[in-house]
C-alpha cells in the first residue's frame, strides 16, 4: 500500500494538530500501523502505534498528550496531537507493518512537518 499523510504545520507551544494518514488499500487487515518522527540529524523514533486490535503504546514522551486511532472504513490512521511543545517540532511519518506466515512488508508514508513555536 501506499500511505499520504497530511496535517502538519505551524502551531504554537499549547496547542493541537491532528495528522491524517490515507491508505491506497484496506488497513482493516495490517498487523501495526503507526507514526514515527525524526528529529534533525537523529534516527526516527517511534511516537505512537495502534495494533490490528486496537491497542495501542506510545512514547513516553508523547503519552497522555497524543493519541493514536484509525477508520478502518476510511483506511486511515489519525495522530491527534495535544499540548504541543517545541520539542515536537519534527517530521512525522505514518508507517504500516504487514507480516504473516507467507509475506512481510513495511509502507511508509512521505513526511509532514510540524513546528512547534514556543
Known amino acids: 500500500v501506499q500511505l499520504q499523510a497530511s496535517g502538519g504545520g505551524l502551531v504554537q507551544a499549547g496547542g493541537s494538530l491532528t495528522l491524517s494518514c490515507v491508505s491506497s488499500g484496506s488497513i482493516f487487515r495490517i498487523n501495526t500501523l503507526g507514526w514515527y518522527r525524526q528529529f534533525p540529524g537523529k534516527q526516527r523514533e517511534m511516537v505512537a502505534i495502534?495494533?490490528?486490535?486496537?491497542?495501542?503504546d506510545y512514547a513516553k514522551s508523547v503519552k497522555g498528550r497524543f493519541t493514536i486511532s484509525k477508520d478502518n472504513a476510511k483506511n486511515t490512521v489519525y495522530l491527534q496531537m495535544n499540548s504541543l511543545k517545541p520539542e515536537d517540532t519534527a517530521i512525522y511519518y505514518c508507517?504500516?507493518?504487514?507480516?504473516?506466515?507467507?509475506?512481510?512488508?513495511?509502507?511508509w508514508g512521505q513526511g509532514t512537518l510540524v513546528t512547534v513555536s514556543s
Open positions: 495502534i495494533t490490528y486490535g486496537g491497542t495501542t
Open positions: 508507517n504500516a507493518d504487514y507480516f504473516s506466515p507467507e509475506v512481510a512488508w513495511k509502507s
